[in-house]
């Protein structure tokens, strides 16, 4: 499986399922916790899914033919929406070491430029293997390391065997310079040819931008502008790179299409100049604490009416991809910062984990919330587990006790891809191999290592 040759249709590889996969069916007497504003939530509820859509949700709901599920014990919620994450990175999971030298930059830039395209594929499986396995439907694939068309490819590739939604934003081989554009004619080929690589409509592409570093990155922007495409750009995450939100307004290089990462040293007119383009912002808060950035400044996003999704960023720094982990940070953060035990409620971190997080990739109409109409992405959580015992409140108990470990049940676009606590349409041990082959590979190659890593 591991092996790269010629490009695979990924028409073809989509057909490679592993389970019969029921068309309709329906979960029976679940608590399920909507996160839509009108219908709240509902205890003993069905959610009735049919072609990969939420044909309904409500109490006792008829559905004849449609498979049953039973719910009971389970809380049934929107799947984690993830906005920020370099796939490519899950290789180097935890690799960020302990001096400057070693650090997550020296590390990535370095390792990064021996990649080979099969290592793109190889991460994205271990990555997509690893959201689906944590309850997250949706990843923001932010790839900074295209070094040639068939790096992009084999990434896609993952993706869409992995079934998971994902948008690819297509960035610069790691290490190149500033001056150098990306690979526009690529970029260009892809979104002309989208429909072979977006998976029925769950792949969608983007421009991973370097922000305006050069003349050449503002051309990537300005030729991302012309092919409809959105863009992502990391903005104040450094106390050095403050201004840097300042200045992309200044130049009008903010507005609706744009998702502005970390943002952490943004004054009062950086986050108004925010709010009123319309951009997003991203927040990875296990990669903004452990890398030295800064505390995460949610609750002002949020008060200046700004959509605000939440990120793993990178595995060499996060670790792991727990969303509920990151729900919590982000909380705890929030009420930390205030010095107030009520500043950011448990149902505000759950929202932005799922329908706020969806609303900042401008998904909010599709995804994010269990709404009749919607895509069929959602999770069901096992509370009979000695970590979530006593049932109390649903919000707070996803927000502080869950654990990816919990999640039973993950749909994607109606697709069952986790059913009684294990991945259902790929061989995790193999994928584990894969990883681990792949990453001796790189550390051969690379000759990277640091003074308190074995080998
Ligand atoms: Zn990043």
């Given at each position: 499986m591991g092996a790269l040759g010629a490009a695979v249709p990924l028409r073809l590889a989509r057909s490679q399922a592993r389970v019969t996969q029921p068309t309709e069916f329906v979960?029976?007497?679940?608590?399920?916790?909507?996160?839509?504003?009108?219908?709240?939530?509902?205890?003993?509820?069905?959610?009735?899914?049919?072609?990969?859509?939420?044909?309904?949700?409500?109490?006792?709901?008829?559905?004849?033919?449609a498979e049953p599920i039973d719910g009971a014990g389970m809380l049934v919620l929107?799947?984690?929406?993830?906005?920020?994450?370099?796939?490519?990175?899950?290789?180097?999971?935890?690799?960020?070491?302990?001096?400057?030298?070693?650090?997550?930059?020296?590390?990535?830039?370095?390792?990064?430029?021996?990649?080979?395209?099969?290592?793109?594929?190889?991460?994205?499986?271990?990555?997509?293997?690893?959201?689906?396995?944590?309850?997250?439907?949706?990843?923001?694939?932010?790839?900074?390391?295209?070094?040639?068309?068939?790096f992009a490819e084999s990434d896609l590739r993952a993706l869409a065997e992995a079934g998971i939604r994902a948008r690819f934003s297509y960035g610069s081989p790691t290490g190149a310079s500033n001056d150098a554009p990306i690979d526009l004619a690529d970029l260009a080929r892809l979104q002309t040819r989208w429909k072979d690589y977006a998976n029925g409509g769950l792949l969608t592409l983007g421009l991973a931008w370097r922000g305006a570093a050069s003349?050449?990155?503002?051309?990537?922007?300005?030729?991302?502008?012309?092919?409809?495409?959105?863009?992502?750009?990391?903005?104040?995450?450094?106390?050095?790179?403050?201004g840097g939100i300042a200045a992309l307004a200044k130049a009008n290089l903010l507005d609706s299409r744009t998702q502005v990462i970390h943002a952490i040293w943004s004054t009062p007119e950086e986050i108004r100049a925010l709010a009123d383009s319309?951009?997003?912002?991203?927040?990875s808060p296990y990669t903004e604490l452990r890398i030295g950035f800064g505390m995460p400044i949610v609750a002002d996003f949020r008060a200046a009416g700004i959509e605000v999704g939440l990120s793993v960023d990178t595995p060499a720094l996060s670790g792991n991809a727990d969303m509920f982990a990151i729900m919590k940070a982000i909380q705890n953060i929030e009420n930390g910062r205030a010095t107030d035990e009520f500043k950011m409620t448990a149902r505000r971190a759950l929202e932005l984990g799922t329908i706020g997080g969806a609303r900042s990739m401008g998904l909010g109409d599709s995804i994010g919330s269990l709404v009749p109409g919607k895509r069929a992405d959602l999770i069901m959580v096992n509370t009979r587990m000695v970590n979530l015992a006593v049932v109390s409140e649903p919000a707070h108990l996803l927000v502080e006790a869950a654990q990816p470990a919990n999640v039973d049940t993950v749909v994607v676009d109606g697709k069952i891809l986790k059913r009684g606590g294990a991945l259902t349409q790929v061989d995790v041990g193999a994928i584990v191999d894969e990883a681990a082959a792949a990453y001796a590979a790189l550390h051969k190659r690379s000759g990277w290592t640091w003074p308190e890593s074995p080998g």
């Amino acid at each position: 499986m591991g092996a790269l040759g010629a490009a695979v249709p990924l028409r073809l590889a989509r057909s490679q399922a592993r389970v019969t996969q029921p068309t309709e069916f329906v979960i029976r007497n679940a608590y399920v916790l909507t996160m839509d504003g009108a219908l709240g939530d509902l205890p003993n509820a069905d959610v009735h899914v049919r072609n990969g859509a939420i044909a309904a949700v409500g109490r006792a709901l008829q559905a004849p033919g449609a498979e049953p599920i039973d719910g009971a014990g389970m809380l049934v919620l929107p799947g984690l929406v993830e906005t920020h994450w370099h796939i490519w990175g899950t290789l180097l999971r935890s690799l960020s070491g302990d001096r400057q030298e070693h650090g997550y930059f020296p590390t990535s830039r370095t390792v990064g430029t021996f990649y080979t395209a099969n290592d793109m594929y190889v991460a994205a499986r271990l990555a997509a293997a690893e959201a689906v396995n944590s309850g997250i439907t949706f990843v923001h694939d932010w790839c900074h390391n295209v070094r040639s068309p068939e790096f992009a490819e084999s990434d896609l590739r993952a993706l869409a065997e992995a079934g998971i939604r994902a948008r690819f934003s297509y960035g610069s081989p790691t290490g190149a310079s500033n001056d150098a554009p990306i690979d526009l004619a690529d970029l260009a080929r892809l979104q002309t040819r989208w429909k072979d690589y977006a998976n029925g409509g769950l792949l969608t592409l983007g421009l991973a931008w370097r922000g305006a570093a050069s003349e050449a990155s503002l051309r990537d922007r300005t030729r991302a502008v012309e092919l409809g495409l959105p863009i992502s750009v990391h903005a104040n995450n450094f106390k050095t790179s403050a201004g840097g939100i300042a200045a992309l307004a200044k130049a009008n290089l903010l507005d609706s299409r744009t998702q502005v990462i970390h943002a952490i040293w943004s004054t009062p007119e950086e986050i108004r100049a925010l709010a009123d383009s319309g951009s997003s912002v991203s927040v990875s808060p296990y990669t903004e604490l452990r890398i030295g950035f800064g505390m995460p400044i949610v609750a002002d996003f949020r008060a200046a009416g700004i959509e605000v999704g939440l990120s793993v960023d990178t595995p060499a720094l996060s670790g792991n991809a727990d969303m509920f982990a990151i729900m919590k940070a982000i909380q705890n953060i929030e009420n930390g910062r205030a010095t107030d035990e009520f500043k950011m409620t448990a149902r505000r971190a759950l929202e932005l984990g799922t329908i706020g997080g969806a609303r900042s990739m401008g998904l909010g109409d599709s995804i994010g919330s269990l709404v009749p109409g919607k895509r069929a992405d959602l999770i069901m959580v096992n509370t009979r587990m000695v970590n979530l015992a006593v049932v109390s409140e649903p919000a707070h108990l996803l927000v502080e006790a869950a654990q990816p470990a919990n999640v039973d049940t993950v749909v994607v676009d109606g697709k069952i891809l986790k059913r009684g606590g294990a991945l259902t349409q790929v061989d995790v041990g193999a994928i584990v191999d894969e990883a681990a082959a792949a990453y001796a590979a790189l550390h051969k190659r690379s000759g990277w290592t640091w003074p308190e890593s074995p080998g």
